[in-house]
């Protein structure tokens, strides 16, 4: 029977499973990614029932939710953070994890590093206590976001208890009309806008199609990594030639034979050609425009022509989703009618594990090059990584950054989620490169609008939403 | 862990949809080293003003709701983040069983591992509860799989492992232990070491 890259990798995964009951199967899982936030609970409870890690080697770990990315060698102001990092530290030499510490050349955002340094690879099961595990999807990985009880479950086994969960296909075709203007991120934005934040509830979802198997690998991370924005349990992406060309060389990715050998069994993963799925959803990206939040979860979503929707029309009948986004226009404090190319912006935040790679920094410069950013915007870049800040540095993209306005950072999560002192304050309105626009994600109060690298390059410039096809 | 068999209790209404984790616990609070002492954060910002004092527009700050052991809310209901502090601040507030349409995957996963039951009905009967005063008893029976409020009783589903591990208050990690063979098995003839 044709067979869907998920199942094949669920098949190849299976360590027991009751056929009988409507029970979970165990899995084991290949690749642990931990940091500091979701973890010592985990390992407390490793602690307290006497139980070792049982495969210290398929962990790593690294600090990247709450690390300042301001001068590292200072200590740490704040002390809570302090100690989860001290914690860590800890975990790590008493189980013998591999840590990329604060100060390490390979430090930054977990979904960041493990493509980059060859961790993640085709065909392989990867958990992280964080939801945007879904990233790693990129390269034809089951790859799924784990809760500290889970994280624990890990460690003591090296498995976990799952059902399986639908295949659900989303297939891209043709090509995006101005590929530097309209990008990924609009394409995820996009499919979020129709699908909804519970879309892909209960699913793991293959993104295919023609726009799909042309993509970079950094631009099939930016679409994965939002699979959890439309509720997916996961997102994947066949793995091909790009994929391949991509691990070549990466510092834990396989050598030479063993490299030419894999390739042989990572060929086989990608789904069979009359796979069937158990949904379907169909995109042509020829017709996606710049795309820009204007509410409290992704999916509230608009074209960068539009005007901010009122809630009847958002809600389309539905009675609770309606309330949803009149809660949503308060809280954004926005009215109906408005061009979202009318509204000014205070912030500009180009960072987080959906935008923060090498391309995204690249494309961002193209737009700020010999520009300055507005008077009234404060503006920061948040390399992915270590790797990503050094290499932007080596091409010069720090001072593009820097002579704009821009505040150029160390590698964390930073303002994605405002676990460091990188936040917005009460009504800052920011232009943000991240994943998620909730109440007070970024900040107690204030309000994220969600869109590509390009378009937060564009706003801060201009101080306000501008369709960034107008300049490029 | 703590086992479930049967709860009475009246419910506190949170009547919105996708409510997602960021508000069940926003993350000033994901510092902490334990699971233990969440509970005075749970939906922070919805539930405190600036100063800090209660919200009188909250439910949770509703006097008549002190106590009770039901949350029941809508469609969506725990999107976004992975973070298992959003249950521990549920559980450490005293929530035993969360009742609604729907659910987000992870969120739902990690309810089970800390003890919380999550109840999912059809939309027409969690209308039917929030359409009543909320002041009558609802009764959760988990080994028949039965909600009863007022007259009506609703059967709802729930996978029988995960059942089982609630009534007997199994701890997993001990179960999991259990298949060591398995494990073994799939170890000797499997490496997932393929970088080395």
Known sequence: ????????????HLVYSDDIDDGPS????????????????????????????????????TVDHNVPTTNRSLPLVDEISSLQIKSLQKNCGDFGITLFDINDQYQGIVHVIGPELGL?????????????????????????????????????????????????????????????????????LSIIKNIGTSGGSGSVIEYRGSFISKLSMEKRMTICNMSIEAGARAGLVSPDDVTFDYLREKKYSPKNESFERLLNTWRGLRSDNDSKYDKSFMLNVDDIVP????GTNPAMTIDVTSTIPNPD????????????????????????????????IDRV???????????????????????????????????????????????????????????????GCSMCLGMNPDILLPGERCASTSNRNFEGRQGTGGRTHLVSPVMAAAAAVAGRFVDVREWI | MEPFKYLKS???????????????IPKQFLKLLGKAGYGKYLFYDWRYDKNGNDKSDFVLNFPEFKGRQVLLTRENFGIGSSREHAVWALKDFGFKVILG????????????????????????????????????????????????VNSDTHKFYIDSTLKHYLLEGIDEISTTLKFENSIKKYESNNDPLIFH
């Open chain 1, 349 to 411: 935040f180009i960072g987080s594990c959906t935008n923060a790679r090498l391309e995204d920094l690249i494309e961002a410069s193209i737009i700020l090059k010999d520009k300055k950013i507005s008077s009234h915007v404060k503006a920061m870049v948040v390399p992915g990584s270590q790797q990503v800040k050094m290499s932007a540095e080596k091409l010069g993209l720090d001072k593009i950054f820097v002579d704009a306005g821009f505040e150029w950072r160390e590698s």
């Open chain 1, 120 to 188: 993640t690879l085709p065909g392989t099961t990867i958990v992280c206590g964080d939801s945007h595990t879904s990233t790693h999807g990129a390269f034809g990985a089951l790859a799924f976001g784990i809760g500290t009880s889970d994280v624990e479950h890990v460690l003591a086994t090296q498995c976990l208890w799952m059902k399986k969960a639908k295949n659900f296909e989303i297939v891209l075709n043709h090509g995006l009309k101005n590929d530097l203007a309209i990008s990924a991120k609009d394409v995820i």
């Open chain 2, 101 to 148: 349409i729907s659910f987000a995957d992870i969120f739902y996963t990690n309810c089970f591992k800390n003890g919380i039951l999550i109840i999912k009905l059809d939309k027409d009967k969690i209308d039917h509860i929030f359409s009543s005063t909320m002041n009558q008893d609802i009764e959760i029976d988990l080994l028949n799989q039965t909600v009863k």
């Open chain 1, 26 to 61: 165990l899995i084991y899982i290949d690749r642990h990614f931990i940091h500091e936030v979701t973890s010592p609970q985990a390992f407390d409870g490793l602690r307290m029932n006497n139980r070792k890690v049982r495969k210290p080697n398929l962990t790593f770990a």
């Open chain 2, 10 to 24: 009246k419910a506190v209404p949170l009547d919105i949809v996708n409510v997602d984790t960021d508000q069940i």
């Open chain 1, 1 to 12: 029977m044709a067979q869907t890259v998920y199942d094949k990798i669920w098949k190849n």
């Open chain 1, 313 to 344: 029309e958002y809600a389309k009948g539905n009675e609770e989703e309606k309330k949803s986004a009149i809660r949503a226009l308060k809280y954004m404090n926005l009215t109906p009618g408005l061009p979202i190319t009318d509204l000014s």
């Open chain 1, 291 to 294: 795309q820009v939040t204007w």
